[in-house]
């Protein structure tokens, strides 16, 4: 497994696959990037995020099918889990976060991280990470004298870059992608996943390796598994 690339498809990307595979228009390039994939050594783990935000679709079990066939039998460990590595380990390496525990029977909670959706920010983009940050801290036991562990620290950057959009509603399937980024965000791998997400890495300097489910941004990821499968 450790030599394998590693792509995380977030629910974005995986449920246009599933809609390819079921025959449904205008979900061509995702079609190709399903057969890249299949073409490719390329692993692709499920995850607790996938259990959530395809319980009670119609699209579950193309979904499972697709993901058994491209995990290899991987998923992402929880969130919780991530972060108690980090904290007792303070390492970033994928082998980690990488485990064969099935996470069907297990959507990802985020009860514990929901009040960090009530916090008042206000001022320039430093000034409300540096609020979010304590407030992180708080909900989730960290010490002040303890080093922020990457997880929490990017997901206190994200919520705080998200909260200048006055313009777009927060969803909670938004804050499932925050929550989603900050666990895979610090890894070693590549994430494909909605534009929303990929510009807020892209501008909080965690860019690198992320696509956005624009047509170019699948067409880019396409073009990057064929160049490694020749």
Known sequence: MSHRTTLYLDQNYISRIAKFTLGQSHHE???????ALKASDWL?????????????SYLLPTVQAILEELSHGYSVSSWQDILQHQRAHQTLHLTDILTQEP??????????????????????????????????????GI?????????????A???????RNDERQLLPSDFIDIVMAASLGPYPLHLATDSFVRESLDRLGWGDNVYSGKKAGVQELCQTIRDTTL
């Open 29 to 35: 390039d995702f079609g190709q990037l399903y057969d």
């Open 44 to 56: 692709c783990p499920a995850s607790s995020f996938h259990a959530l935000e395809t319980e009670g």
């Open 103 to 140: 996470q069907w029977e297990k959507p990802v909670d985020v009860e514990q991280l929901a009040p960090l959706l009530e916090v008042p920010l206000e001022g320039h983009l430093n000034r409300r990470i540096r609020t979010m940050q304590q407030e992180v801290r708080r909900v989730l």
């Open 143 to 155: 010490l002040d004298a303890e080093t922020m562990p990457p997880f929490a620290d990017l997901l």
């Open 157 to 163: 950057r994200l919520v705080a870059f998200r909260s």
